[in-house]
């Protein structure tokens, strides 16, 4: 196994721990409050190759964020305090997102249940794999260990992924 690999698979597990955490919480403690808050009334998805395309392109920019962070991170390295901010501004933005998408999930899957996790399978694992492996490689850039040759194969599996788990939400979907 790899280190990015290892690394990936680490970043995967402890976003399902924590998105499993918070929905064991939201269960508990306020699962009407989740729903009230959320919403959601899971219409579905058009099946059509335009959803797929949409879902695909709003997934495929979220993914480009932690490109770019993982570039501005080789880039920057060793270039002393000026290089530290970005860098920290990446790690402040990737945290924020992904801790949203966290409490996000996990309050859907707390407060509805099975029917949330009929509509999270079966492309939401695969769309966990797709970006995990996009924050290991940003993982990886910020701790030195990244080349532009290294990252392309792991770039091109998560882009990938995440045009199998678009397709998966928008013709397999609840």
Known sequence: MTALTARASAIGGGVLVAIGCVALVVA??????????????FPGLPRTLGS???????????????AIAAAVATLLRGTG???????????????????LHVLLVGAALGGYGAKALAYILPH???????????????????VGRLTARAAVGPVVLAIALLAVAAGLEVFTGA
């Open 28 to 41: 508990l403690a306020g699962a009407d409050a989740a729903r009230e808050a959320l919403g959601l009334t």
């Open 52 to 66: 797929a395309e949409e879902v695909f392109a709003a997934n495929a920019r979220l993914l480009g964020v932690t």
């Open 81 to 99: 305090w000026a290089g530290r901010v970005p860098v920290a501004l990446c790690d402040l933005a990737l945290a924020l997102g992904c801790a």
């Open 124 to 142: 939401g694992p695969v769309e966990l794999a797709g970006f995990s492996i996009g924050l290991a490689l940003y993982a990886e850039a910020r």
